[in-house]
T-cell receptor, first 113, second 114 residues
């Protein structure tokens, strides 16, 4: 079955550490996205990528970095510069038309310990 | 810029009650409109969509009609079930060529009591 796989489901980070969240899709979608969701709030866009080797900052990119070396993969690194990283992170992808909306992964819950 | 405004929650209903979750939008051009549902601890799932004015999206007993004159896309269900308890997000996609234009509302928490 086609879909988006995020891993790990739960992640714990110590202060000052960088951590990387994985996002893999087998839908042959061109565009991929990372969103952050805080309790009781909507989704905020961190980064997005329309094609391989290209990506753009979203609304809250500070303290995060991404890469898009393969069409299927769009990992997100939460750096030590992100002062409040505890949140639920969602990866999504979209086909070229966008007529079918976005497909989301099941999310990674990151907690700073 | 684009924006989506949803009715604030939480919303609590008894089983078999009628559900309406209001959603209005501001956008340039002619966006596509979506409702997503998020169950606890999971990602978002597409519930229904409409791509042009007067279209009605429907799925699993839920319906929403794209009303251009009132810039609205209210979600309705005639008889809710306990299993409908989730967070519902209204969203718009401005298909003007850029990949980034999916704008979400803040979400509405629905709890259905038996």
């Amino acid at each position: 079955d086609g879909g988006i796989t995020q891993s790990p489901k739960y992640l714990f980070r110590k202060e000052g550490q960088n951590v990387t969240l994985s996002c893999e899709q087998n839908l042959n979608h061109d565009a991929m996205y990372w969103y952050r969701q805080d309790p009781g709030q909507g989704l905020r866009l961190i980064y997005y990528s329309q094609i391989v080797n290209d990506f753009q900052k979203g609304d809250i990119a500070e303290g995060y970095s991404v890469s898009r070396e393969k069409k299927e993969s769009f990992p997100l690194t939460v750096t030590s510069a992100q002062k409040n990283p505890t949140a639920f992170y969602l990866c999504a992808s979209k086909d070229r038309t966008g007529n079918y909306g976005y497909t989301f992964g099941s999310g990674t819950r990151l907690t700073v310990v | 810029g684009n924006s989506v405004t949803q009715m604030e929650g939480p919303v609590t209903l008894s089983e078999e009650a009628f559900l309406t979750i209001n959603c209005t939008y501001t956008a340039t051009g002619y966006p596509s409109l979506f409702w997503y549902v998020q169950y606890p601890g999971e990602g978002l799932q597409l519930l229904l969509k409409a791509t042009k004015a007067d279209d009605k999206g429907s799925n699993k007993g839920f319906e929403a009609t794209y009303r251009k004159e009132t810039t609205s896309f209210h979600l309705e269900k005639g008889s809710v079930q306990v299993s409908d308890s989730a967070v519902y997000f209204c969203a718009l996609s401005d298909l003007t060529g850029s990949a980034r234009q999916l704008t979400f509302g803040s979400g509405t928490q629905l709890t259905v009591l038996p």
